[in-house]
């Protein structure tokens, strides 16, 4: 796990996000379309609102599409909340060598969402994990 750093934009964005959802933000991450937050356990559901007001009004702020992930220091809890949006079967967790693999298993019908276009979605989570937990690669089954 790295050092997290935050630029200045990244910065405003958690001081905006905790001021309009009350929530505690442990992670934000920024890609191009998307703003990916981690926020604490039992924070979930707060921080994205009643009928995702919180979401849909930070999307309209900052032009991003907003991702609301639960913390969990299980590192395999954690990855089925990564992964919460595409029905999540099953993670398992494996030692390859000296580094720690996922595979998550997801409905069939939702699988090439979860790795997204070029591998971007998968991209992304493996990157959200990775700060968090000690787990380097990911597969999507």
Do not use: W
Not at 14 to 36: A, G, H, P, R
Not at 45 to 54: F, I, L, Q, T, W
């Amino acid at each position: 796990m790295g050092d997290i750093t935050f630029t200045g934009d990244t910065l405003r964005y958690i001081s905006l996000f905790e001021k309009i959802t009350n929530t505690q933000v442990k992670d934000c991450l920024e890609t191009e379309e998307k703003l990916v937050f981690v926020v604490e356990k039992n924070q979930g559901s707060r921080a994205v609102g009643k009928k995702g007001e919180n979401v849909i009004r930070l999307k309209n702020l900052t032009g991003k599409d907003i991702h609301v992930i639960e913390y969990s220091d299980d590192p395999e809890t954690f990855i089925r909340n990564v992964f919460h949006t595409y029905s999540v079967q099953g993670v398992s967790l494996e030692n390859r060598g000296n580094i720690v693999h996922a595979t998550v298993t997801v409905d069939p019908k939702v699988k090439g969402k979860a790795i997204g276009k070029n591998g971007k979605n998968l991209r992304i989570a493996r990157e959200v994990v990775s700060r968090h937990h000690n787990v380097h690669s990911i597969s999507v089954a």
